[in-house]
């Protein structure tokens, strides 16, 4: 017991260089649902994936992914069945930072969309993975 009291700040840097080594992993683990930008042009490619952005429509006009269907978030019980019609094909939420999108995913699901995914990180992470975008 005395070895621990006279070295409390060894143990406390250790307890602290551990939770970092760990942070990454925890810090996924809270975005495990969201999907990569890579992971989504796969999904678009592969499995003709619809893209779905929920961003207002001035932001939508400011830049969006390419093909994207605009349903504003406000909106998207109501026009979501008529924008996408086919409820067994794989949909990806997109919002400018992603935090709309996981919201939308839940609704979309609601709605009978089972295959509904967000985008991780958002616009933000497709312009950082240097995919193109579209400007109306």
């Known amino acids: 017991m005395k070895f621990l009291i006279d070295n409390w ?3 406390a ?3 602290a260089s551990g ?9 996924s ?3 495990a649902g969201a999907l990569s930008a890579a992971g989504a042009v796969q999904l678009i490619n592969r499995e003709r994936a619809v893209v779905v952005d929920v961003c207002e429509p001035d932001e939508y006009a400011a830049g969006h992914v390419g093909g994207a269907k605009n349903v504003p978030f406000s ?3 109501e026009k979501l069945p008529l924008a996408v019609k086919n409820k067994g094909v794989p949909l990806i939420l997109v919002c400018a930072t992603g935090a709309r ?4 995913v839940a609704v979309a ?3 009978g969309y089972e295959q ?3 985008l991780g990180g958002g616009l933000k992470s497709w312009k950082d993975a240097n995919l193109p975008l579209e400007k109306a």
């Open 13 to 15: 840097i250790a307890l």
């Open 9 to 11: 700040m060894l143990f």
């Open 116 to 118: 509904a995914q967000a």
């Open 109 to 111: 699901k609601k709605l």
């Open 19 to 27: 939770g970092m080594l760990l942070w990454p992993t925890i810090a």
């Open 29 to 31: 683990g809270m975005n």
């Open 101 to 104: 999108a996981n919201r939308a």
């Open 75 to 77: 909106e998207l019980e």
